[in-house]
């Protein structure tokens, strides 16, 4: 009979964790809920891990913003509250920034990050691995993960954790480039819907007015601007505003 090692255990989980972003890519989940299933997978996948998060940022030269994340334990939600809103430092900042893999075993006194170590050492959580999310021409975000042990995750977790990270990082970026468009598609349908609202209210300025085209549009644009509300909005009350009048002059005797 084959003894099963704990190494074997390892690779059986991060094939399984591979498998399951696989399936994710031919699935319908929208963008928060397909995260929050990676940050699943990778808890599974990268041994001694206790909770995970699976952040995307938009990282530039001098600032680190976050576009989307999900956790798969509360601590770890906020863990990534204080790393990211509160003090903008930790192991997912710094792996995203600098691209490469960041850990460490004792983040009480880990002197990479000497504000948020301390306050989640005080939260008994002292270990951590951190994982750039990676595309040969960007970075995605990050992937976290944390221990309540000291020193849980050594080069063979590391290594497992890049294996893992190169497919969830396609899987998160498709989710979010579906996402965006999604999101496109929607702003345009809504513009497409308000076009003939305000084309009547552009007629009805021009009407009371004798302005142009252009003239009247620039008038409703003044209005909506004035009034803090959005274009369509106003055109609604222009038009609303001429059929009850129309009304009220045919109840004229």
């Not at 170590?117 to 951190?130: N, T, Y």
């Not at 302005?211 to 003044?222: I, Y």
Request: some cysteine; hydrophobic content about 45%.
């Amino acid at each position: 009979m084959t003894e099963v090692t704990a190494s074997d255990a390892d690779v059986a989980d991060l094939r399984a964790g591979i498998d399951a972003l696989a399936g994710l890519l031919a699935g319908s989940l929208g963008l928060p809920e397909l995260l929050e299933q990676v940050a699943a997978f990778t808890c599974r996948a990268i041994p001694g891990a206790d909770g995970a998060a699976v952040t995307l940022l938009r990282v530039d030269a001098t600032d680190t913003a976050v576009a989307a994340l999900a956790a798969s334990a509360p601590f770890v939600a906020a863990i990534d509250e204080i790393q990211y809103v509160t003090l903008d430092e930790g192991p997912g900042i710094t792996a995203a920034r600098d691209r490469r893999p960041v850990r460490s075993g004792s983040l009480g006194g880990e002197k990479m990050w000497p504000r948020f170590g301390p306050r989640v050492g005080r939260m008994g959580v002292h270990s951590v691995l951190a994982l750039p999310l990676l595309l040969p021409d960007r970075v995605v975000g990050a992937i976290t993960v944390y221990s309540y042990g000291k020193d849980v995750f050594d080069d063979h977790a590391e290594e497992l954790g890049e294996l893992f990270a190169s497919p969830a990082a396609a899987a998160v970026h498709n989710a979010q480039v579906l996402s965006e468009a999604l999101t496109l598609n929607a702003q345009l349908q809504r513009a497409l819907s308000s076009r003939p609202v305000i084309d009547q209210a552009i007629g009805i300025i021009r009407a009371r007015t004798g302005r142009t085209a252009e003239d009247a549009f620039v008038q409703l644009q003044g209005m909506s601007q004035s009034e803090h509300r959005k274009l369509a909005d106003v055109a609604a009350v222009v038009v609303d505003e001429a059929v009850r009048r129309a009304h009220a002059r045919n109840k004229t005797p």
